[in-house]
C-alpha cells in the first residue's frame, strides 16, 4: 500500500541533532508514512545515521544528492515520493507526535491542497524561544473567493518557507514545480507559485513543529533579505507563472506586492532598499532597472496617491542611477505619509483579504 505522506529531510552535516529530528518522525502517530532523508554530501556522521534509521525502521530511506543546496535535497526526495502528501521537515528541527495525524485529518476533512502549522522556535539545547510569528494568515482561503494573488501573498509574503506544510503533491507533480537548485533563497520561490497554483488552504495556529533557531542546517543557509533577494524570488515566481499563463492575470497585484517589500507600500519607511548599502542597491538597480522602466505607466493607476508617489520616486531613481535615493526617499515620503493620513485616512487592505492595522 502507498505511503499517505512522504517526509522529505534534507541533511547536510547535520549530526548533532538529526537523531533527534530522525526520532521524531518515527515516532509519529500517523504511521502510513515514508521518510526520504536526502544526504547532501554531508562530511559528518550524517549519512551513517540516517543508514542507521533506514535499517531500524522499513519506511525510512537513504538517498544521497550532490550539490544544488537544499533546494537540490527536495527536488531529490520529489523524484522518489510515493505519498498523497508531501511534508518538507529540516535536519534539526522536532516533529511534534500527533503532527501528522492532524495535518492530514485536516487536509482530509477540509479537502485542502495546502495544510499549514505554527511552530515554536527552540534553541540548540530544546528550551524554548518564542512562538513564530505568522501575523496575518487567514484560517481558511479559497477560491474563488480569494484570488491566486491573495495565494501568492500568503505563500512567499507571509509564509515563505517549506516547512510545516502538508502538501498535496499532485499539484506539484501536475504542474512541474521544483526548488531552485543552488542558491540559499530557494523557499520562497518555491512557496509563492506553490500557492498561486493552490485552491484551498488551511492554517492550524498550533505549534506542531519546533523550530531549532540555528544556521546549520540546509534549510537555513543564508536569510539576506535585501532588495535583490526579494527581486531573484519573484522573477523565479515571475517566470514560472508565465509559462503555465498565470502570470497575466495576476500581474498587477504580483507586481504591487513585491515593490512593497522593495520600496514599502503606503507606511512609513522604504522597504527593503532602506537596508541596503550603495554597493547592494547599484546591483539591485542594474538586475532591476530595464524591467521596472519597461512596466506600463498605468499599471498601478488603482492603487493610492501614496505608492504612485513612491513608486515615481523609485522610477526617477531608477532612470538617472541615484543610488542614494531609495533612503532619501523616505526624507520625502515619510513627512507626505503622515500628513496625508491626518486628512485621508490610509487603510490599506492586504492581499489576504485582511485588513492591516
Not at 513564530?132 to 482561503?141: D, F, H, Q, S, V
Not at 491573495?150 to 514545480?177: D, M, T, V, Y
Request: aromatic share 12%; with cysteine.
Amino acid at each position: 500500500m502507498s505511503p499517505q505522506i512522504s517526509i522529505i529531510i534534507p541533511v547536510y552535516n547535520s549530526e548533532k541533532f538529526l537523531r533527534q529530528a530522525l526520532q521524531s518522525a518515527a515516532e509519529q502517530t500517523f504511521k502510513n508514512i515514508e521518510v526520504l532523508c536526502v544526504d547532501n554530501a554531508s562530511k559528518d556522521s550524517s549519512p551513517e545515521i540516517i543508514k542507521e534509521f533506514a535499517g531500524k525502521y522499513p519506511n525510512f530511506h537513504y538517498l544521497y544528492k550532490e550539490g544544488g543546496m537544499a533546494g537540490g535535497a527536495r527536488n531529490e526526495g520529489l523524484k522518489h515520493a510515493k505519498g498523497k502528501y508531501v511534508l518538507f521537515f529540516d535536519s534539526d528541527d522536532i516533529l511534534r507526535s500527533d503532527a501528522c495525524e492532524i495535518l492530514y485529518k485536516k487536509a482530509e476533512e477540509e479537502k485542502s491542497d495546502i495544510v499549514t502549522c505554527s511552530c515554536d522556535r527552540i534553541d540548540e539545547s530544546d528550551k524554548k524561544l518564542s512562538k513564530c510569528n505568522l501575523k496575518g494568515i487567514p484560517a481558511t482561503l479559497s477560491k474563488p473567493a480569494a484570488t491566486r494573488a491573495n495565494f501568492l501573498f500568503i505563500g512567499a509574503g507571509i509564509i515563505g518557507r517549506p516547512w510545516g506544510s502538508l502538501i498535496k503533491r499532485s499539484i506539484i507533480e501536475e504542474n512541474h514545480l521544483r526548488f531552485p537548485e543552488g542558491r540559499g533563497t530557494e523557499d520562497v520561490p518555491f512557496m509563492g507559485a506553490l500557492f498561486a497554483l493552490a485552491n484551498k488552504f488551511i492554517f492550524i495556529d498550533e505549534p506542531l513543529i519546533l523550530f531549532r533557531n540555528t544556521n546549520n542546517s540546509l534549510g537555513k543557509r543564508s536569510s539576506n533579505n535585501s532588495a535583490n533577494i526579494n527581486f531573484e524570488n519573484f522573477s523565479y515566481i515571475r517566470n514560472y507563472l508565465n509559462g503555465l499563463n498565470i502570470y497575466p492575470e495576476i500581474k498587477e497585484e504580483f507586481e504591487y506586492i513585491l515593490l512593497k517589500q522593495i520600496i514599502g507600500g503606503e507606511c512609513i519607511g522604504n522597504g527593503a532598499l532602506k537596508q541596503s548599502d550603495k554597493t547592494q542597491t547599484k546591483e539591485f538597480f542594474e538586475k532591476s532597472k530595464d524591467f521596472y522602466l519597461n512596466l506600463p505607466s498605468d499599471l498601478f493607476k488603482e492603487r493610492n496617491f501614496i505608492f504612485k508617489v513612491k513608486f515615481a520616486l523609485f522610477k526617477f531613481a531608477l532612470r538617472h542611477n541615484l543610488y542614494f535615493m531609495p533612503r532619501l526617499a523616505r526624507v520625502i515620503t515619510n513627512p507626505l505619509i503622515f500628513f496625508y493620513g491626518i486628512f485621508f485616512p490610509l487603510k490599506e487592505i492586504s492581499l489576504s483579504g485582511l485588513p492591516e492595522e
